[in-house]
C-alpha cells in the first residue's frame, strides 16, 4: 500500500508540473496571439486551437490534484456534522463518487477524441480530437485519486474539522 501511495503522491505532483509549464506555454502562445494582431496585423490562427488544448490540460490535471489534495470545492456542512463513524462512510462515498465522475470523463473524452481524430482543426494541423485528450487523461487521474483518498491515502487538507468524536 505504501508503493501505491508514493506512486500517487509522484503522479500527483508530475500532474502538478504539467499543469503548470502548459500555463506558462498558454500565455507565451496568448501573448504571441497579442503581438501578431496588435504589433503585426497579422492573427495567427493557430493559436487558438493550441490554447484551448492547453487550457483543457491546464485544467483538467489541476483538478485532478485538487481531488488528491481534498482541496477542490465542495459543500461539506452536512458530512462535517456527521458522527465520526457516519462521517468516514460519507467521505468514502463522496470520493467514490469523485472517481466514477472522472472515469465518466475519461471514457466520454476518449469517445470524442475518437470521434474527432480524423477532423482537421481549424488554424492548424492537428487532429480535432486532440482537444479532449486532457479530459480523458485528466478524467482518469481524478479516478485514480478519488480511489485512493477512498482507500485513505493520505491529502493535503486531513480530517475535516467539527467531526463529532
Known amino acids: 500500500m505504501r508503493r501505491f501511495s508514493n506512486l500517487v503522491a509522484w503522479l ?11 500555463l506558462g506555454i498558454l500565455a507565451l502562445v496568448q501573448l504571441g496571439h497579442v503581438a501578431g494582431r496588435y504589433l503585426f496585423n497579422n492573427t495567427p490562427s493557430w493559436t487558438e486551437p493550441v490554447s484551448i488544448v492547453l487550457m483543457n490540460m491546464t485544467m483538467l490535471l489541476g483538478a485532478a490534484v485538487a481531488v488528491h489534495r481534498n482541496s477542490h470545492f465542495a459543500f461539506t456542512v452536512g458530512i462535517d456534522r456527521l458522527p465520526a463513524r457516519a462521517h468516514e462512510r460519507a467521505r468514502v462515498l463522496v470520493q467514490l463518487v469523485i472517481a466514477a465522475v472522472g472515469l465518466v470523463l475519461a471514457w ?39 480511489v485512493a483518498s477512498a482507500l485513505g491515502q493520505e491529502n493535503a487538507r486531513g480530517p475535516a474539522p467539527g467531526v463529532v468524536e
Open 12 to 22: 500527483a505532483g508530475a500532474c502538478l508540473g504539467v499543469a503548470g509549464v502548459s
Open 108 to 146: 466520454e473524452g476518449m469517445e470524442l477524441a475518437l470521434a474527432g481524430w480524423d477532423v482537421k482543426a481549424a488554424g492548424v494541423n492537428l487532429p480535432q480530437g486532440l482537444v479532449y485528450v486532457p479530459m480523458v487523461i485528466g478524467g482518469a487521474l481524478i479516478g485514480l485519486f478519488g
